[in-house]
């Protein structure tokens, strides 16, 4: 008797996913979820879930719940759910608009067409001692940033979503902002070991000796105001942008995974004028970002750790300068 009362006094253990297809099964239930769609209205054969699920979310606008929104996370028909099918041009449409949305949030049109901007007013890119201009660099990246994340967020907006629910996910923000903080100098150690690595296995690669931004920082006015660039371009709307593109790859081109192969490649494209192995290094530490957001959903680690790494590499420049 005794023993059984202590049975029963036991709490009951929370379900945790321990695999893949229990990962799978989560994450159909946050979308059933945010469908509104409880689990008496799906029809026992199709039912994918553990449980009753929780309290749903405000559901989704109308359309928002094309077949390239569930393609690899849920194996019940839209037909079960009481959803119309879903027919090939609108899933078309989806695919263009979300391939529409990559381009322009990519940062390439943004910056050429403030470049144009810029160039137009007056303002050279290089300054006389062949460095890139300081004014220039900074305007370009402060009105870049504010550019996109507006964009971003008016993107956001159109389809029904939101910034938070894009960056913060569910998990807590100390605890994510911890997380990044301690990935900081690792990821300062692991880029130092990669320009080492390949400066020895393919000195060839190293093609910009000196690295052309640190020739622009002469003053400690200078410095300061380009750490907040580090931090506002680098930690906010670079990650901004990665999470925001690497959604719609998991949504609708083909999942994050190859969104992040892909967007990786041209971030490290993107540092080609600081060399070669600048480039390859800067891309994996991209890929590493990106994995740590579609790993737990919240971008806040990536930010803390971005924008960290970004202040200690002007720190170390400036002392070794």
Not at 70 to 83: R, Y
Not at 105 to 123: D, K, M, N, R
Not at 254 to 276: D, E, N, P
Request: hydrophobic letters at 50%; glycine letters at 10%.
């Amino acid at each position: 008797m005794r023993r059984e009362a202590r049975f029963r006094q036991r709490p009951a253990r929370q379900w945790k996913p321990s695999s893949g297809v229990a990962r799978k099964t989560v994450l159909e239930h946050n979308i059933l979820c945010r469908l509104g769609i409880t689990a008496q209205d799906i029809p026992q054969r199709h039912r994918g879930i553990q449980g009753r699920p929780s309290a749903p979310a405000a559901p989704l606008r109308p359309g928002c719940y094309s077949r390239s929104v569930t393609q690899h996370v849920w194996a019940v028909p839209p037909v079960a759910l009481g959803l119309p099918p879903v027919s090939r041009a609108a899933w078309r449409r989806d695919v263009l608009r979300a391939i529409a949305e990559v381009v322009l949030c990519s940062g390439f049109p943004t910056q050429l067409a403030i470049a144009a901007v810029l160039s137009a007013a007056g303002l050279a890119a290089l300054a006389p001692n062949g460095f890139p201009s300081f004014t220039y660099v900074v305007i370009l990246s402060f009105v870049d940033a504010a550019v996109l994340v507006l964009l971003i967020v008016r993107l956001l907006h159109l389809r029904g979503e939101t910034v938070r629910g894009l960056l913060l996910g569910r998990l807590p923000i100390r605890r994510e902002t911890t997380i990044g903080l301690a990935l900081t100098p690792f990821f300062l150690v692991a880029a130092t070991g990669g320009i080492l690595l390949i400066g020895a296995l393919a000195p060839s690669l190293r093609n910009v000796p000196d690295n052309p931004f640190a020739g622009m920082l002469t003053t400690p006015a200078q410095v300061a105001i380009f750490a907040l660039v580090a931090v506002v371009a680098g930690g906010l709307r670079e990650e901004l942008q990665r999470a925001f593109i690497l959604r719609r790859f998991e949504q609708h081109l083909g999942g994050g995974w190859v969104g992040l192969v892909i967007f990786s490649t041209a971030f490290g494209l993107g540092h080609a004028l600081q060399g070669w192995d600048t480039a390859i290094v800067t891309g994996l530490l991209g890929a590493a970002w990106g994995a740590i957001y579609l790993r737990r959903r919240s971008a806040v680690a990536s930010m803390v750790s971005h924008a960290g790494f970004n202040l200690l590499q002007i720190a170390l420049a400036m002392a070794a300068a």
